[in-house]
């Protein structure tokens, strides 16, 4: 009798429990909700406050769109798309040398590569710009793009997963008389699907919502991301704010759609960052 | 094992050694240049533009360590830094705080509803800053906002959060808290699920409280996963510029003139482009010196 009426407390507290889970989780998914459902109010309805707009309407989207936004939506499409790809070919080559290959002076290659993660952006913010001016590549795409390739973590976690490949593999395919390179594109990029789609949703979202770096390069508008033109928006007097909610909406269209296809890599890669 | 090779290297250089030693650089190449190109010679740039006066246009003159001394007696500069570690201390502890409450509630349910809530709150760490810059611009807006109509409810009175210089950089810290709470939950759950549950049964068994169950056998295990989201926390908040950008512009009354704000407005707003580089510099030492600090305290996440 009195262990069930244990278990009967048990099953309320953990009611009770999941209730304020989700109470707890509106409390990070209704500000999301508002900007979805403000974007398709009508201008004057937007500070309502309704969950349920009263009139749907386009406006906003519209009112958006004239404003070139397809335009930067294409251009940051293709700078993410281009950093996360190149990024990928460069950090898996360089971490495949750093946990496979014996060469003099691998520790500290690994060292140093290791102690860029120690350098706030901010430091290098000003000579960088200097750089990329020098280059002649302000207001181009590669003054967004080729800075943003570089990153020790990618190598970092490359070198790591390749770490944990058996090296049986590598040994048989040597006296199949595979080479060194043809190792690495045969056997070990195949192996590294998992570690692959993780840096590569990672690589991708970063720099699609990155905002300093392509602000302060590209001043002229037609090269413009969407982080930067929304920014410009918000700081224009005046703007609608149904308008303003729309590009918001536009903006986090890809990476919601990515969110949801690829959310184990997502996560697997932040656990990832933690431990190991 | 390298330092073998090399050993061996020394006396039978033969041409498969060369081959092997060459295939390896060319396959770090790439990067190396990048990283050389992209970090390292910035920050010999750097320094050096830092001992000059220099407006990007005209000529640089050198002028050794002036920008330091001018640094060291520039009050703004120093309460910039003032504000970047009061925002330090709340971001951090509220980040710190929150994430590890929830991720030990999420520890707590089982099966697909554990998944589907850290879902929930992972969402917002997926929205660019910009476009939660937006978001909180809306629900903190001082007329019709809804977190003043929420408060309204309560009978609180109406506040203007980012008009008010005591409320804009706690309202700045609480937007970057709860998007990255869910980021931290996920970090933190993932090393509680490894702590064995037969700690738990045994200290129950001793008649242990679940106060005493977290104080003696959770916080303990987590020293390590602790000192990571403590240093990665507080290297990250002494960066914020994004938020602050785009919603308060440094102000009102300087009162979220951050110190990388104040780095941005010195090199493009005024093109004190030296000076703006010993301000970076600056605030990197100061940076660094705040992980040594919470290094010693922690005592490196090392289990005693």
Same mark, same amino acid.
């Given at each position: 009798?009195?262990?069930?009426?244990?278990? &009967?407390?048990?099953? *309320?507290?953990?009611?009770?429990?999941?209730? /304020?889970?989700?109470?707890?989780?509106? %409390? =990070? !998914?209704?500000?999301?909700?508002?900007?979805?459902?403000?974007?398709?109010?009508?201008?004057?309805?937007?500070?309502?406050?309704?969950?349920?707009?009263?009139?749907?309407?386009?406006?906003?989207?519209?009112?958006?769109?004239?404003?070139?936004?397809?335009?930067?939506?294409?251009?940051?499409?293709?700078?993410?798309?281009?950093?996360?790809?190149?990024?990928?070919?460069?950090?898996?080559?360089?971490?495949?040398?750093?946990?496979?290959?014996?060469?003099?002076?691998?520790?500290?290659?690994?060292?140093?590569?290791?102690?860029?993660?120690?350098?706030?952006?901010?430091?290098?913010?000003?000579?960088?710009?200097?750089?990329?001016?020098?280059?002649?590549?302000?207001?181009?795409? &590669?003054?967004?793009? *080729?800075?943003?390739?570089?990153?020790?973590? /990618?190598?970092?976690?490359?070198?790591? %997963? =390749? !770490?944990?490949?058996?090296?049986?593999?590598?040994?048989?395919?040597?006296?199949?008389?595979?080479?060194?390179?043809?190792?690495?594109?045969?056997?070990?990029?195949?192996?590294?699907?998992?570690?692959?789609?993780?840096?590569?949703?990672?690589?991708?979202?970063?720099?699609?919502?990155?905002?300093?770096?392509?602000?302060?390069?590209?001043?002229?508008?037609?090269?413009?991301?969407?982080?930067?033109?929304?920014?410009?928006?918000?700081?224009?007097?005046?703007?609608?704010?149904?308008?303003?909610?729309?590009?918001?909406?536009?903006?986090?269209?890809?990476?919601?759609?990515?969110?949801?296809?690829?959310?184990?890599?997502?996560?697997?890669?932040?656990?990832?960052?933690?431990? &190991? | 094992?390298?330092?073998?090779?090399?050993?061996?290297?020394?006396?039978?250089?033969?041409?498969?050694?060369?081959?092997?030693?060459?295939?390896?650089?060319?396959?770090?190449?790439?990067?190396?240049?990048?990283?050389?190109?992209?970090?390292?010679?910035?920050?010999?740039?750097?320094?050096?533009?830092?001992?000059?006066?220099?407006?990007?246009?005209?000529?640089?003159?050198?002028?050794?360590?002036?920008?330091?001394?001018?640094?060291?007696?520039?009050?703004?500069?120093?309460?910039?830094?003032?504000?970047?570690?009061?925002?330090?201390?709340?971001?951090?502890?509220?980040?710190?705080?929150?994430?590890?409450?929830?991720?030990?509630?999420?520890?707590?349910?089982?099966?697909?509803?554990?998944?589907?809530?850290?879902?929930?709150?992972?969402?917002?760490?997926?929205?660019?800053?910009?476009?939660?810059?937006?978001?909180?611009?809306?629900?903190?807006?001082?007329?019709?906002?809804?977190?003043?109509?929420?408060?309204?409810?309560?009978?609180?009175?109406?506040?203007?959060?980012?008009?008010?210089?005591?409320?804009?950089?706690?309202?700045?810290?609480?937007?970057?808290?709860?998007?990255?709470?869910?980021?931290?939950?996920?970090?933190?759950?993932?090393?509680?699920?490894?702590?064995?549950?037969?700690?738990?049964?045994?200290?129950?068994?001793?008649?242990?409280?679940?106060?005493?169950?977290?104080?003696?056998?959770?916080?303990?295990?987590?020293?390590?996963?602790?000192?990571?989201?403590?240093?990665?926390?507080?290297?990250?908040?002494?960066?914020?510029?994004?938020?602050?950008?785009?919603?308060?512009?440094?102000?009102?009354?300087?009162?979220?003139?951050?110190?990388?704000?104040?780095?941005?407005?010195?090199?493009?707003?005024?093109?004190?482009?030296?000076?703006?580089?010993?301000?970076?510099?600056?605030?990197?030492?100061?940076?660094?010196?705040?992980?040594?600090?919470?290094?010693?305290?922690?005592?490196?996440?090392?289990?005693?």
């Amino acid at each position: 009798m009195k262990g069930n009426f244990k278990n &009967k407390n048990g099953q *309320i507290l953990y009611c009770v429990k999941i209730l /304020g889970g989700i109470i707890l989780g509106c %409390f =990070f !998914l209704i500000p999301i909700y508002m900007l979805l459902v403000s974007s398709i109010k009508p201008t004057g309805e937007v500070f309502d406050l309704r969950f349920i707009p009263k009139t749907i309407s386009l406006s906003g989207y519209s009112l958006i769109l004239k404003q070139n936004f397809l335009r930067y939506f294409l251009n940051s499409l293709f700078i993410s798309t281009t950093v996360t790809i190149v990024a990928l070919a460069f950090h898996s080559m360089a971490g495949y040398a750093l946990a496979r290959l014996n060469f003099v002076g691998r520790n500290v290659v690994f060292i140093l590569i290791l102690s860029t993660l120690m350098i706030p952006f901010s430091v290098i913010l000003v000579p960088l710009f200097i750089l990329v001016k020098k280059f002649g590549w302000l207001n181009t795409f &590669k003054g967004i793009i *080729i800075p943003a390739i570089p990153h020790a973590y /990618g190598i970092f976690l490359f070198r790591q %997963f =390749f !770490l944990t490949i058996p090296k049986e593999l590598e040994e048989a395919a040597t006296i199949d008389g595979c080479s060194p390179f043809g190792i690495f594109i045969r056997i070990f990029l195949p192996l590294s699907k998992p570690i692959i789609i993780t840096l590569a949703v990672a690589f991708f979202i970063a720099n699609w919502n990155n905002y300093m770096w392509p602000m302060i390069v590209n001043q002229s508008q037609d090269k413009w991301v969407l982080q930067v033109a929304l920014a410009n928006y918000i700081g224009r007097t005046g703007t609608p704010w149904d308008a303003i909610m729309a590009g918001g909406v536009i903006t986090i269209i890809p990476i919601v759609i990515l969110f949801f296809i690829l959310q184990r890599y997502i996560v697997e890669g932040i656990k990832m960052s933690g431990i &190991k | 094992m390298s330092s073998k090779c090399f050993a061996r290297g020394k006396f039978f250089i033969t041409k498969k050694r060369v081959g092997k030693n060459l295939f390896a650089y060319l396959m770090l190449a790439p990067d190396i240049i990048g990283l050389v190109l992209i970090f390292f010679i910035p920050m010999g740039i750097a320094l050096y533009v830092s001992l000059n006066e220099w407006n990007g246009i005209s000529p640089m003159n050198f002028i050794g360590l002036k920008n330091y001394a001018t640094l060291m007696s520039d009050s703004l500069w120093w309460h910039s830094v003032g504000i970047t570690i009061v925002y330090t201390l709340i971001f951090v502890s509220m980040v710190y705080c929150l994430s590890l409450l929830i991720a030990v509630f999420l520890n707590s349910i089982t099966g697909k509803i554990q998944g589907f809530l850290r879902t929930v709150y992972f969402v917002p760490f997926t929205i660019s800053t910009i476009v939660l810059s937006i978001i909180w611009l809306f629900m903190l807006d001082p007329r019709r906002g809804l977190v003043n109509k929420f408060l309204h409810i309560f009978g609180i009175p109406a506040q203007s959060f980012l008009g008010n210089p005591k409320q804009a950089l706690f309202c700045i810290a609480f937007m970057t808290a709860w998007t990255l709470i869910g980021y931290y939950s996920i970090i933190f759950l993932a090393v509680l699920k490894d702590i064995p549950v037969i700690y738990y049964e045994a200290a129950k068994l001793d008649g242990a409280n679940t106060f005493q169950l977290f104080k003696s056998i959770t916080f303990p295990m987590l020293k390590e996963v602790n000192v990571f989201v403590l240093i990665v926390t507080t290297i990250a908040s002494f960066q914020v510029f994004d938020q602050v950008k785009v919603m308060t512009s440094g102000g009102p009354a300087g009162a979220t003139n951050v110190a990388v704000f104040y780095i941005y407005t010195n090199a493009f707003d005024y093109l004190k482009l030296g000076y703006s580089s010993a301000l970076a510099f600056m605030l990197f030492i100061i940076m660094f010196g705040f992980s040594i600090v919470l290094l010693k305290i922690t005592k490196g996440g090392e289990r005693e």
